[in-house]
């Protein structure tokens, strides 16, 4: 019989030769190894003076700036009360961070420091309107940061400046918005933007370009005090519509169309990454490019909740997401939400090949079509032509599949027109006119927009302000 001692000595020698014993994966999302106690903030009476907004970290455009590296990033945004345009000829009376809508872009990295600094200065004059909103109470809410909201996201009067300090814990794309009741009006004046928070080690993958696009929404209405700007008639927070959630316009970066004026660039072969966050303050995103692929998505910008070759991504509000693609070949790719209710009120833009965008049919793509005009009837007129028509008209650029719809205030009456807007199949049904029309749009009859009244009203407005420009003015973009 064998010892007890020999016996141990072969049950080591057979561990030893057996296989190799790994310790567990390091879990980077270990909550013990995360701070979690940063320093009290600190309020005091002495204000920012000079810009609104400062910090080698921020990016002020749709252009996303290489990281800095410094391990603490110092980032002051201000409040500020200002006329913003969401769309041509709309003068909106807008509360901001760091005087912009959406508010800088904030690029940062796992375990980096932000030392932020915000003064309320929603008490300085706007120039040229002697008052757009009271002086009130803001905020900051990072949803970036793992705080006390109770301490960090206090409301601050006006003239006081709130700085805490928080270290990024999580990579992601976050929202940041003014956290003071009624945030739901907070948020729908323009007081929101974006924190990228890239991994430790950087992203997995290697691109040409980077863009950040921030999807919300505008609840705008007339100034009931009927004040103006610079001429143009002042517009304020529909407060009816915002909490009925029925946006007046749906935007990218804050400005209806603004991208289809100036498209971000790229090149034939391209690797894009473009960082999307929908701040809502109430709608769902389906954001989708026309003419390529999502070859990467990392739901809320986290590079651990990745999908491939998706076609549209569907975002809540507050959801983001990083959407890597290619650009294939020449040519105008056109970002929209494909929630089209949306994409009509402006949530489109283009990334393109070229200098400037080629004068082509984009059809329901709701490219921009003529001048501004100034009346506010005429000015939802011209959207609306924009959104829903431009498929089958243009304005001073000669027939498509429907007539040109430049002089058609003195070719037609205002009640032919009228009565065409509201029901063309009953037209078609005696009206002589309308049934030449049919016969020139080869027998492809005008489908019924169910437009209300008041729809018709502003269409005739547009109508009369397009007959009233001069010769070769007005114009549209959507002629072939």
């Known amino acids: 019989?064998?010892?007890?001692?020999?016996?141990?000595?072969?049950?080591?020698?057979?561990?030893?030769?057996?296989?190799?014993?790994?310790?567990?994966?390091?879990?980077?999302?270990?909550?013990?190894?995360?701070?979690?106690?940063?320093?009290?903030?600190?309020?005091?009476?002495?204000?920012?003076?000079?810009?609104?907004?400062?910090?080698?970290?921020?990016?002020?455009?749709?252009?996303?700036?290489?990281?800095?590296?410094?391990?603490?990033?110092?980032?002051?945004?201000?409040?500020?009360?200002?006329?913003?345009?969401?769309?041509?000829?709309?003068?909106?009376?807008?509360?901001?961070?760091?005087?912009?809508?959406?508010?800088?872009?904030?690029?940062?990295?796992?375990?980096?420091?932000?030392?932020?600094?915000?003064?309320?200065?929603?008490?300085?004059?706007?120039?040229?309107?002697?008052?757009?909103?009271?002086?009130?109470?803001?905020?900051?809410?990072?949803?970036?940061?793992?705080?006390?909201?109770?301490?960090?996201?206090?409301?601050?009067?006006?003239g006081q400046t709130i700085t805490f300090e928080f270290t990024l814990n999580y990579p992601g794309v976050f929202m940041y918005h003014c956290g003071t009741p009624m945030i739901l009006e907070h948020i729908a004046s323009g007081m929101y933007g974006a924190v990228i928070v890239e991994p430790r080690e950087g992203y997995p993958t290697k691109v040409d370009r980077e863009y950040v696009v921030i999807q919300s929404e505008f609840y705008a209405k007339l100034d009931p005090d009927n004040r103006k700007v610079d001429g143009v008639p002042l517009y304020v927070l529909d407060t009816d519509r915002l909490r009925a959630a029925q946006p007046t316009h749906t935007v990218f970066n804050g400005v209806h169309n603004g991208m289809v004026r100036q498209p971000l660039p790229a090149k034939p072969g391209e690797r894009i990454r473009v960082f999307v966050l929908n701040v809502g303050p109430s709608k769902t995103s389906s954001f989708h490019i026309v003419g390529t692929i999502f070859d990467r998505v990392w739901f809320e910008g986290n590079p651990d909740n990745q999908f491939r070759g998706m076609q549209t991504v569907l975002l809540g509000s507050s959801n983001s997401a990083i959407v890597e693609f290619m650009i294939p070949e020449e040519g105008s790719y056109i970002m929209v939400d494909h929630h089209f209710a949306n994409a009509s009120q402006g949530a489109i833009g283009l990334i393109s090949t070229t200098a400037k965008t080629e004068e082509k049919d984009l059809e329901h793509h709701n490219m921009e079509a003529t001048d501004t005009p100034t009346d506010p009837a005429a000015v939802q007129g011209k959207q609306a032509f924009e959104s829903k028509c431009l498929a089958c008209h243009s304005v001073g650029q000669g027939r498509k599949l429907g007539p040109d719809i430049a002089g058609v205030t003195k070719r037609r009456a205002d009640n032919w027109l009228t009565k065409w807007l509201k029901s063309p199949e009953k037209m078609l049904e005696t009206d002589v006119d309308a049934k030449t029309m049919l016969k020139e749009a080869n027998n492809i009859p005008m489908p019924n927009q169910n437009l209300s009244d008041a729809e018709i009203k502003q269409y005739l407005s547009y109508f009369h302000w397009i007959d009233m420009q001069p010769a070769g003015t007005a114009t549209a973009h959507g002629a072939k």
Request: aromatic content about 6%.
């Open 1 to 158: 019989m064998k010892s007890p001692t020999y016996l141990a000595l072969a049950a080591l020698l057979l561990c030893a030769c057996g296989p190799n014993v790994q310790s567990p994966p390091t879990d980077r999302y270990d909550t013990s190894k995360m701070d979690l106690k940063p320093t009290p903030a600190k309020l005091s009476s002495e204000r920012h003076t000079g810009p609104l907004a400062s910090g080698a970290s921020l990016s002020m455009t749709a252009v996303l700036k290489p990281l800095d590296t410094s391990p603490v990033k110092e980032v002051q945004l201000d409040t500020s009360h200002k006329i913003i345009e969401i769309a041509p000829g709309v003068k909106f009376a807008a509360w901001t961070f760091g005087d912009q809508v959406p508010g800088p872009t904030v690029r940062a990295r796992v375990g980096d420091k932000i030392r932020f600094s915000m003064t309320n200065r929603s008490d300085e004059p706007v120039p040229g309107v002697k008052l757009t909103a009271a002086p009130m109470m803001h905020s900051m809410d990072f949803h970036a940061a793992m705080v006390s909201p109770q301490d960090k996201y206090r409301s601050v009067a006006p």
